[in-house]
């Protein structure tokens, strides 16, 4: 029997609004001239570095562009963005490294599948707004640090000398600096730096030439002919594999590293896609869908035994600049990379493992917005700080702890500055409504009305509780918390003990203005018990005013008499 349709519906709709549907191509009957031209340029950037990525990772050149493939291929139709371009990036390098060291390059193939379902999963859960919770100068911190770590993956294949057994990038580049002093390899420096010139300067010619490809064609036909027992890339397939399921032995042991994987990939393609949004008229991108679209993309890369994949920034940039408007450029380039694939194999396979080195060593550089990182330097201390210790705990630990710092040292000093916003500031008494100026004199020598602005939470309530305790010579205070945008447990247990300690000395507290959630949270902790039981809080402050006064009254009528508050004991009534 068939689940009637009003169940499955429900249960769908959260996936049938992630598919892609006739919109993501409107316009293309106009634009796909650009859009393949667009799709070509971008074919013809990537594939240096889908080729220099893959070598990176310890797996290979053919793996970085199965991803730039089937990855880019699915990205771009499953996607959120119409401009993003997806594959094998440098970011990603940086956590397969140490993975496929310690448990060999057959261990990327599960991970990203497993990565592919956990982010599959984020945007089912709408996450993808989330992205708003991770500060600026963490992002740039841990983009600089990445940049520091492709940079020091590269040294060995740069300098010509073999990779040190070590785990930690900057350890090994200054390992492979100590080899390569002991025996330049003059011939691969050479090659070096046409790479790095070329790469670096050609763009300043015309923003049109393809310079990373242009480098590695040059570096290729010099090796050809002087140097021809430069190590290359080897012998590359002249197909596609086709799709198998991965091994997936040890899964457990993969849950971490797969979520690490996970998480790269949804913040980098998240940013990518904001950032292809600022340069283009195109509606902004969907951000669960662009989940929902790498998380797709990564399945199916591990599957037909690719990388983890995440939106490119740098491909991306040059898709938008070059005049894309539809899905049809990201789709092109993936087209043009399989072209690659099926009939240029033998001469990639001649590409220099200096000529990628030296491309991706330019490609870091370019990662940092120098701009940005010096802004955020100069904008606060503690801005700064999370900038540095993430950009460190990247390059001196990894990419987890870098984060998990970043965020916690954010959060830190968003609450010190949360904390210090919290303030209880002397109201005067209006002299509407309080009758003569006399009485107005004696509530005001009496009465203290305090309006209580910012956040009650635990970083605050200790330096709150100091700062109203100490009021000393009046009867009446008149605590108004209208203003009061954050109330937490703590912060109401904080009000319950001034209520008390005011008490105990003679002074009636009067509330006024408690929010619907925040007078929940006070009746559950306690707070507002013995006040409502004396009929203490108030909705406006005319009212509170108005018991003040009969209060005040009252105990002038009792010191008249005799009596004073030092004898009477505390004045819990009103």
């Known amino acids: 029997m068939r689940p009637p349709r009003d169940v499955l519906v429900p249960l769908l709709a959260p996936v049938l609004a992630l598919l892609p549907g006739p919109a993501d191509y409107r316009g293309v009957g106009r634009s796909w001239p650009r859009d393949l031209a667009a799709g070509l340029t971008v074919g013809v950037v990537a594939l240096p570095l889908a080729l220099a990525?893959?070598?990176?990772?310890?797996?290979?050149?053919?793996?970085?562009?199965?991803?730039?493939?089937?990855?880019?291929?699915?990205?771009?139709?499953?996607?959120?963005?119409?401009?993003?371009?997806?594959?094998?990036?440098?970011?990603?390098?940086?956590?397969?490294?140490?993975?496929?060291?310690?448990?060999?390059?057959?261990?990327?193939?599960?991970?990203?599948?497993?990565?592919?379902?956990?982010?599959?999963?984020?945007?089912?859960?709408?996450?993808?707004?989330?992205?708003?919770?991770?500060?600026?100068?963490?992002?740039?911190?841990?983009?600089?640090?990445?940049?520091?770590?492709?940079?020091?993956?590269?040294?060995?294949?740069?300098?010509?000398?073999?990779?040190?057994?070590?785990?930690?990038?900057?350890?090994?580049?200054?390992?492979?600096?100590?080899?390569?002093?002991?025996?330049?390899?003059?011939?691969?420096?050479?090659?070096?730096?046409?790479?790095?010139?070329?790469?670096?300067?050609?763009?300043?010619?015309?923003?049109?030439?393809?310079?990373?490809?242009?480098?590695?064609?040059?570096?290729?036909?010099?090796?050809?002919?002087?140097?021809?027992?430069?190590?290359?890339?080897?012998?590359?397939?002249?197909?596609?594999?086709?799709?198998?399921?991965?091994?997936?032995?040890?899964?457990?042991?993969?849950?971490?590293?797969?979520?690490?994987?996970?998480?790269?990939?949804?913040?980098?393609?998240?940013?990518?896609?904001?950032?292809?949004?600022?340069?283009?008229?195109?509606?902004?991108?969907?951000?669960?869908?662009?989940?929902?679209?790498?998380?797709?993309?990564?399945?199916?890369?591990?599957?037909?035994?690719?990388?983890?994949?995440?939106?490119?920034?740098?491909?991306?940039?040059?898709?938008?600049?070059?005049?894309?408007?539809?899905?049809?450029?990201?789709?092109?380039?993936?087209?043009?990379?399989?072209?690659?694939?099926?009939?240029?194999?033998?001469?990639?396979?001649?590409?220099?493992?200096?000529?990628?080195?030296?491309?991706?060593?330019?490609?870091?550089?370019?990662?940092?917005?120098?701009?940005?990182?010096?802004?955020?330097?100069?904008?606060?201390?503690?801005?700064?700080?999370?900038?540095?210790?993430t950009a460190v705990a990247t390059v001196a630990l990894d990419l987890v702890l870098a984060v998990v710092l970043g965020l916690g040292l954010a959060a830190l000093l968003a609450l010190v500055h949360l904390s210090r916003s919290a303030r209880a500031v002397p109201e005067p008494l209006a002299d509407d409504g309080l009758g003569t100026q006399e009485e107005h004199r004696l509530l005001s020598d009496h009465v203290l009305t305090y309006r209580l602005d910012g956040p009650l939470f635990f970083a605050a309530s200790s330096r709150f509780l100091a700062e109203l305790t100490s009021i000393s010579d009046v009867r009446v205070v008149i605590l108004r918390l209208g203003a009061v945008g954050v109330l937490d447990a703590t912060g109401a247990r904080a009000l319950g003990e001034v209520v008390e300690q005011l008490a105990g000395r003679g002074v009636t507290v009067l509330l006024k203005g408690a929010s619907a959630e925040h007078t929940r949270l006070l009746t559950a902790v306690g707070t507002l018990g013995p006040v409502l039981a004396r009929g203490h809080v108030f909705a406006d402050l005319p009212a509170a005013v108005a018991h003040a006064r009969k209060h005040v009254a009252r105990e002038r009528h009792r010191d008249d008499g005799g009596t004073s508050p030092a004898t009477a004991g505390p004045t819990l009534s009103g």
Do not use: C
């Not at 399921?245 to 998240?270: C, K, N, Q, R, Y």
């Not at 292809?276 to 969907?286: I, T």
């Not at 990564?298 to 991306?316: M, V």
């Open 53 to 389: 990525f893959g070598v990176a990772t310890g797996v290979g050149a053919a793996p970085g562009l199965v991803t730039a493939v089937v990855a880019g291929a699915v990205a771009a139709v499953f996607g959120g963005s119409h401009l993003q371009v997806s594959g094998p990036t440098g970011a990603m390098t940086v956590v397969l490294v140490p993975l496929v060291a310690s448990r060999g390059p057959d261990v990327v193939y599960p991970v990203a599948v497993m990565a592919g379902l956990f982010v599959v999963v984020a945007a089912l859960l709408r996450l993808g707004r989330l992205l708003a919770f991770v500060p600026w100068p963490l992002i740039e911190g841990f983009t600089l640090g990445i940049a520091v770590v492709i940079v020091a993956q590269q040294v060995p294949a740069a300098l010509g000398v073999p990779a040190p057994g070590t785990d930690n990038a900057a350890w090994g580049a200054a390992l492979a600096l100590r080899a390569a002093a002991a025996d330049p390899q003059w011939e691969v420096l050479g090659l070096l730096a046409v790479t790095l010139l070329l790469t670096a300067l050609l763009p300043r010619l015309h923003r049109a030439v393809p310079a990373s490809l242009v480098a590695v064609v040059v570096v290729t036909l010099l090796a050809e002919l002087v140097v021809p027992q430069v190590a290359r890339i080897g012998a590359l397939p002249s197909s596609l594999p086709l799709p198998s399921v991965p091994d997936l032995t040890g899964l457990p042991d993969l849950v971490l590293p797969a979520l690490v994987v996970a998480f790269l990939a949804g913040l980098e393609s998240l940013l990518s896609a904001k950032v292809a949004d600022g340069m283009s008229d195109r509606p902004p991108h969907d951000p669960d869908r662009e989940l929902f679209g790498q998380g797709l993309a990564n399945i199916a890369s591990g599957f037909a035994g690719g990388l983890p994949a995440t939106g490119a920034i740098a491909r991306t940039a040059v898709n938008a600049r070059a005049g894309a408007s539809t899905r049809l450029a990201a789709l092109t380039h993936a087209a043009v990379l399989a072209v690659v694939v099926y009939a240029g194999a033998g001469l990639v396979g001649r590409i220099p493992l200096v000529a990628l080195a030296g491309v991706l060593v330019v490609t870091a550089y370019r990662m940092v917005e120098r701009r940005s990182t010096v802004s955020v330097l100069r904008s606060t201390r503690g801005d700064a700080a999370v900038l540095v210790v």
